[in-house]
């Protein structure tokens, strides 16, 4: 079994192997710089599993910027009949595409 780890960044909880690709909230960061991730909810080496209370002491995950964009827009109408009220909203949300370079448990 691969080394994983489980962690958290932007307010959600990601599963990531080494070499994984994910899109996650914005960071600031340049593309082509490595990122550590010390937010490390669980972490397992292949054979044993570490989970913390609620994060693992001396892990981290490193990840790498590919680059920066923008999700679909997201379309938020509301509407009340007979009234003559419509309200119609865009949003489209940040995000930052990664790649896991490494799970480290010290």
């Known amino acids: ?4 780890a489980v962690i958290e960044t932007g307010g959600k ?3 990531v ?3 994984d690709r994910l899109d996650i909230e914005k960071i600031d960061a340049e593309p082509g710089q490595t990122v550590a ?3 490390v909810l669980a ?4 054979t044993r599993l570490t989970v913390g209370t609620p994060k693992v002491s001396n892990a981290e995950v490193m990840l790498e910027v590919l680059n920066h964009g923008r999700h679909r827009k997201v379309i ?5 009949r007979r009234k003559g009220y419509h309200r119609k ?10 790649r896991v370079v490494a799970v480290r448990c010290n």
């Open 1 to 4: 079994m691969k080394p994983y």
């Open 17 to 19: 192997h080494d070499g």
């Open 13 to 15: 909880q990601y599963l």
């Open 76 to 80: 938020s109408y509301k509407k009340k």
């Open 89 to 98: 909203v865009g949003h489209r949300q940040a995000f930052t595409r990664v």
């Open 37 to 39: 991730i010390s937010n």
């Open 43 to 46: 972490v397992s080496d292949g």
